[in-house]
């Protein structure tokens, strides 16, 4: 019930009941002039006792409602500042879920892109990092400790597909891309309708995979013993879970 409609409530009942104990004061006073006199005090101060209780009461709600009403819009802020924050993490998980797919395709064909490995990259446990703050605000204001588990699960996906992923894009990859340049030089190729040879994908042909099979094989058997695929998905997967729990809780106030 609102503030307004619980003072009209309450104004409304005291009114009758005033009216009541005047009636009933009156009646058992037998209704001379200094019975209605006093019939008249005591209903007044009956009636002002009620209204100074009631002032009370509305005043306590007020200030109940308006410290609700704040550590709602505090609830609002540091919830909107994870989600904002969550944006580049995810678009950098995605980045490098992407760009490992592609290099583990240089089994079946050959992958030359040096931006893979030059590329801009956000620090991605730092980003993360950066999101506790808000996090820990939050949980103490809400005294629920489930946001701190969620940020503590995307850290230590983050942390684990990072180092992995490091390793397949200045080690193996690397490796690979080294070999296949030092081959064109070597053989002073002209690769047709390829301005930069740093960028492109195209089948194998002639000894390209023969030449590249030692590289093609620790990419190969990297993937397999890292298991960088599943830590991938469920990196993602906990950076969708702290995603859902906070917009979940960035509903309207009813």
């Not at 409304?12 to 005090?41: C, K, M, N």
């Not at 950098?92 to 893979?116: A, F, H, P, V």
């Not at 969620?150 to 230590?156: H, R």
């Not at 030089?185 to 390829?194: A, L, Q, R, V």
């Given at each position: 019930?609102?503030?307004?409609?619980?003072?009209?409530?309450?104004?409304?009942?005291?009114?009758?009941?005033?009216?009541?104990?005047?009636?009933?004061?009156?009646?058992?006073?037998?209704?001379?002039?200094?019975?209605?006199?006093?019939?008249?005090?005591?209903?007044?101060?009956?009636?002002?006792?009620?209204?100074?209780?009631?002032?009370?009461?509305?005043?306590?709600?007020?200030f109940n409602d308006?410290?609700?009403?704040k550590n709602y819009?505090?609830?609002?802020?540091?919830?909107?500042?994870?989600?904002?924050?969550?944006?580049?993490?995810?678009?950098?998980?995605?980045?490098?879920?992407?760009?490992?797919?592609?290099?583990?395709?240089?089994?079946?064909?050959?992958?030359?892109?040096?931006?893979?490995?030059?590329?801009?990259?956000?620090?991605?446990?730092?980003?993360?990092?950066?999101?506790?703050?808000?996090?820990?605000?939050?949980?103490?204001?809400?005294?629920?400790?489930?946001?701190?588990?969620?940020?503590?699960?995307?850290?230590?996906?983050?942390?684990?597909?990072?180092?992995?992923?490091?390793?397949?894009?200045?080690?193996?990859?690397?490796?690979?891309?080294?070999?296949?340049?030092?081959?064109?030089?070597?053989?002073?190729?002209?690769?047709?309708?390829?301005?930069?040879?740093?960028?492109?994908?195209?089948p194998y042909v002639?000894?390209?995979?023969?030449?590249?099979?030692?590289?093609?094989?620790?990419?190969?058997?990297?993937?397999?013993?890292?298991?960088?695929?599943?830590?991938?998905?469920?990196?993602?997967?906990?950076?969708?879970?702290?995603?859902?729990?906070?917009?979940?809780?960035?509903?309207?106030?009813?």
């Amino acid at each position: 019930m609102s503030i307004s409609k619980l003072a009209s409530t309450v104004i409304l009942a005291t009114s009758f009941a005033t009216i009541f104990l005047f009636a009933f004061i009156f009646y058992l006073y037998g209704g001379e002039r200094s019975v209605l006199e006093d019939a008249l005090s005591m209903t007044a101060s009956f009636f002002g006792g009620i209204a100074t209780l009631v002032a009370a009461y509305i005043a306590t709600q007020l200030f109940n409602d308006w410290r609700v009403e704040k550590n709602y819009d505090l609830e609002n802020q540091y919830l909107s500042n994870i989600v904002i924050g969550l944006r580049d993490i995810h678009a950098e998980l995605l980045e490098m879920q992407y760009c490992s797919k592609r290099i583990k395709e240089t089994n079946d064909k050959l992958i030359s892109y040096s931006y893979y490995i030059n590329r801009p990259r956000l620090d991605i446990q730092s980003a993360v990092n950066k999101l506790k703050a808000d996090v820990e605000i939050y949980s103490m204001l809400m005294g629920d400790n489930e946001l701190f588990i969620l940020l503590d699960n995307l850290l230590t996906g983050c942390k684990s597909f990072d180092h992995k992923y490091n390793q397949l894009i200045h080690k193996y990859y690397s490796d690979y891309l080294d070999e296949l340049y030092e081959y064109f030089n070597e053989k002073e190729k002209n690769i047709p309708n390829i301005k930069d040879k740093s960028s492109f994908e195209r089948p194998y042909v002639e000894n390209e995979k023969r030449i590249l099979a030692a590289q093609i094989k620790g990419i190969r058997v990297f993937f397999y013993l890292s298991a960088l695929d599943d830590i991938a998905i469920s990196t993602i997967e906990s950076h969708e879970d702290l995603k859902v729990f906070c917009i979940k809780r960035l509903r309207p106030q009813e």
